[in-house]
Structure formats: C-alpha cells, structure tokens
C-alpha cells in the first residue's frame, strides 16, 4: 500500500510540474532557457495560478510574474521577466526580498493589484504597528499573502519603482 500511495503521489507531483511549465507563455519559456535561468531555478506550480501577466514596468510590453524554486536548496519565491528584454529578477528563491525572505515557502496566494494606490503597514523600531501609510502605484504589482481559515493574512505588494522592485507590507 505504501508503495503505491508514493507511485501516486511522484506521479501527480510529475504531472503538475510538467502542467505547469507547459502552459506558459512560449517567449517566457524560451527566455528561461536561452538565458540559462533554468540551470539554478525551477518554474512550478506551488499556488495557483503558477503565472501571472501585466506591464508591471509600464513600458507597453507584458511581463510575466512565474513562481520558481531554486534547485538547490528548494527555496521558493518569484521570478519576474520583463517582456521583451532580457530583464528578470529573482525574489525570494535564495534571495532575500524585503519582509518576505529569501524563501517564500509562505506564500499560500498571490493575485495581481491593480489599484492606483496600497497602504503601508508601519512599524516602529521595536517592531509594534505604528499604522499605514499611502502609497501611489499606477502602474500593476503583485499582491502575495500567506493564508489562515482560508482568508488572506499578511503579506505584501511588489512593486516596480522605476528601478527595482519593492516590498510594501501589508498585514501585521
């Protein structure tokens, strides 16, 4: 029986991998490999949707939001390519990224945020919530959050600021 259960189980694990690279975006995916991301980093499906779309730089050209995993160490995180160019970032996945570390293994949903504005949770030096502050977007980010009962807890909104992405915390 034990056995079969983990015959099943690599089965599906296989399965979805392989779903889920294979519905990407086909110059995504070629990127991937033409520049050599693939060696260090995995694309897979650990939440849903494993991909997401929109300018987050707001040049014209879509850009793709895919959750990866580094090979190595299986640390999660995401991976942004900006369409178009050979421009990517790598957030989390061994690479600490603001309040969300350097393994997003956390991370239960994401979702694009499309609105022109996000609030800020802040902190003050020993680390208690102060409050929020405003911050104007215009263009879309990522909205990343763990998950409790079901709902969305903290988290934060990921952002292009022109020249790298940012963390705005959201949440306690």
């Known amino acids: 029986m034990k056995i079969k259960f983990i015959s099943v189980f690599l089965s599906t694990f296989i399965s979805t991998i392989t779903f889920a690279q294979s519905k990407l975006p086909k110059d995504f995916n ?5 520049l050599k991301i693939s060696a260090k980093y995995e694309a897979t499906g650990f939440t849903k949707p494993s991909y997401l779309e929109a300018d987050f730089n707001k040049d014209g ?11 190595s160490t299986k640390k999660r995180g995401i ?9 990517y970032f790598i957030l989390g996945a061994g690479i600490k990224f603001g309040n969300g570390g350097n393994d997003f293994k956390w991370l239960k ?9 996000a609030y800020e949770t802040t902190f003050n030096k020993d680390g208690d919530m102060t409050g929020s502050k405003k911050i ?16 969305p807890t903290s988290g934060g909104i990921i952002y292009w600021t022109g020249q790298k992405y940012i963390w705005i ?4």
């Open 136 to 151: 104007s977007l215009g263009k879309p980010a990522l909205y990343v959050h763990d998950l409790e009962d079901g709902l």
């Open 169 to 172: 915390h959201q949440g306690e």
């Open 61 to 71: 050209v879509i850009d793709v939001a895919v959750l990866v995993v580094e090979k």
């Open 79 to 87: 991976l942004i390519m900006h369409g178009g160019k050979n421009q």
């Open 109 to 117: 949903g994401w979702s694009l945020y499309v609105k022109n504005t």
């Open 30 to 34: 070629e990127a991937f490999t033409r």
